[in-house]
């Protein structure tokens, strides 16, 4: 298993940027690619972006494309989502997740970081 912790949520107002942070630890060898996810109030969670962790080939989401970045640091375990011209609608709960090798599913999540963008 992989422990996850996301750092880095706030307010901002709309336009603003934000970075998030994603620190993943234990079984970390087991790691295929790393996601963000979110869940807005009373919606379900979506996919954001993703990235494998071997070759760096990205993922994203058509509403965040040209906005958001995710990137990764191997050596650091860690995984970020720059976030720019941010929109009202991007409020909600950012949950970083591993797809593990072997494992067609994000299994492992974190505990999620609130974003909240004002208008």
């Known amino acids: 298993q992989v422990q996850l912790t996301e750092s880095g949520g706030g307010l901002v107002q709309a336009g603003g940027s934000l970075r998030l942070s994603c620190a993943a630890s234990?079984?970390?060898?087991?790691?295929?690619?790393m996601g963000w996810f979110r869940q807005a109030p009373g919606k379900e969670r979506r996919f954001v972006a993703a990235?494998?962790?071997?070759?760096?080939?990205?993922t994203y989401a058509d509403s965040v494309k040209g906005r958001f970045t995710i990137s990764s640091d191997n050596a650091k375990n860690t995984v970020y989502l720059q976030m720019n011209s941010l929109k009202p609608e991007d409020t909600a709960v950012y949950y970083c997740?591993?797809?593990?090798?072997?494992?067609?599913?994000?299994?492992?999540w974190g505990q999620g970081t609130q974003v909240t963008v004002s208008s």
């Open positions: 234990g079984r970390t060898f087991s790691i295929n690619a």
């Open positions: 997740a591993v797809q593990r090798v072997g494992v067609p599913r994000y299994d492992d």
């Open positions: 990235i494998t962790w071997s070759g760096g080939r990205t």
